[in-house]
């Protein structure tokens, strides 16, 4: 039975099928947002800004992808390369998913593998990876997946854990813009004001529970809204130019800001040496 379009794992269903490692990105091109976990929220910071979303199971951390519902990342390149200098968790094993098995006595570490097949990377051609080995067990490079969904899964926990004292310390705040630009419907963030009037004795469960790199983590992070939200915009205004080979790509717009930034470096350097010599 397929679940939310995903097929559960079987040596019935697929012991005698292959699959496909992904080469592209496209699938997470008009994605908005993705979900993080702590053990990443310092790579993620670095390059998304890091908000928080209402979920099933409470609130998650998220990394966005997109100022603006619909409208593609600039992470993703027209040839489906990932451009980002961190790929978030959530979008490294396509076409496989996994969750928790939930029922009353299940074992504790117990998860179901999911496949999506609709990606055209569940094959019959024995040259690509295979499902399970002869005795009918996961083979060597699944059990490689299946490692990484399981820890995934168990870090995913632990973020939900550390939101939870966040939410019950009435932290969470929702989030309309940070200095002018606008973010999505329905994100949240971390009201500095309730924060700043915590008790000793909250602000120290936050520090020892790991809360409050989470929460500044995703402080720090806000700065990306405003070049996240500049990148899109020369997205948009290049779709409407006419398609010249000299036509400036959204890459090309990552090029100029490192070029910018480099040339502010050297002009910093410069401005300090002749200040020196004027000493």
Not at 65 to 81: K, N
Not at 118 to 147: I, N, R
Request: proline share 5%.
């Amino acid at each position: 039975m397929a679940q939310n379009g995903l097929t559960p794992v079987s040596y019935k269903m697929h012991g005698h099928r292959f699959w496909r490692r992904f080469k592209s990105y496209d699938f997470a091109r008009d994605l908005t947002d993705c979900p993080i976990v702590e053990a990443e929220v310092l790579q993620g910071a670095a390059a998304f800004p890091i908000v928080f979303k209402a979920a099933d199971a409470g609130v998650e951390p998220v990394a966005l992808l997109s100022m603006t519902h619909g409208a593609s990342t600039p992470f993703v390149s027209a040839d489906g390369t990932w451009l980002a200098t961190y790929v978030p968790s959530a979008l490294r094993c396509p076409p496989f998913h996994a969750s928790r098995i939930e029922p009353k006595n299940a074992i504790t570490n117990q998860f179901q593998l999911f496949v999506d097949e609709t990606l055209g990377l569940v094959t019959d051609e024995p040259s690509d990876e295979a499902f399970f080995d002869e005795s009918g067990v996961l083979a060597p490079e699944l059990q490689k997946v299946s490692a990484f969904f399981q820890a995934r899964i168990a870090a995913a926990e632990e973020t939900a854990r550390l939101c939870d004292v966040i939410a019950e310390m009435n932290l969470f705040a929702p989030v309309a813009n940070h200095h002018g630009i606008e973010f999505p419907d329905e994100t949240l963030g971390i009201n500095s004001k309730a924060l700043k009037g915590l008790s000793q004795a909250q602000k120290t469960m936050l520090a020892s529970s790991g809360a409050l790199r989470l929460i500044h983590a995703h402080q720090i992070s806000l700065s990306h809204s405003s070049w996240l939200t500049q990148a899109q915009l020369q997205a948009g205004q290049a779709e409407k130019q006419p398609r010249l080979n000299s036509m400036p790509s959204v890459s090309d717009f990552l090029d100029a800001i490192a070029t910018a930034q480099h040339s502010e470096q050297r002009l910093e350097s410069r401005e300090g040496k002749n200040l020196h010599a004027s000493v």
